[in-house]
């Protein structure tokens, strides 16, 4: 697991996740940008798909981002309900799933529910790492390479103390 801190629409690995709304029709932060990256198939691919459910992923090609997959995971708004972290830790461990199913080997998180959907960032970095160790604890006979991609360097500095790193 490494940190990267920069634009996840840069990243050249099989697939960056996406924080994306239910309707995965584009949005605001992350959302917006790939979006706007990745050019209007993408929109179109992701009206085929009927959006996806709070905890869920979903797989689109990356178009013209660097990536060659987009997945895209809604993480759930903050009510600080006990439904929160299970719902957030889902979100990672179905992106990885779907990108297991599809035969992907790299992927990139983005700070999933930290921006408009209020997680407490040191939550939400801890229940990241902890959904992604457990994944890769589950499948070990699969090789991953992940990257949490982080918009500045005070989510990365989360990251970081998370990772011991």
Known sequence: MRIFVG???TLNCDAIVNAANSSLLGGGGVDGAIHRVA???LVEECITIHGCETGDAKITLGYNLPAKHVIHTVG???SGDNSDPIKLASCYKRSLDVARENGLHSIAFSAISTGVYGYPLKAATEIA???VRKWL????DYDMDITFCCFSQRVADAYAEVLNM
């Open 129 to 131: 790492v902890n959904a």
């Open 76 to 78: 759930p708004i903050y």
């Open 7 to 9: 634009d996840i629409t």
């Open 39 to 41: 050019g209007p198939k």
């Open 137 to 140: 604890n589950e499948n070990p």
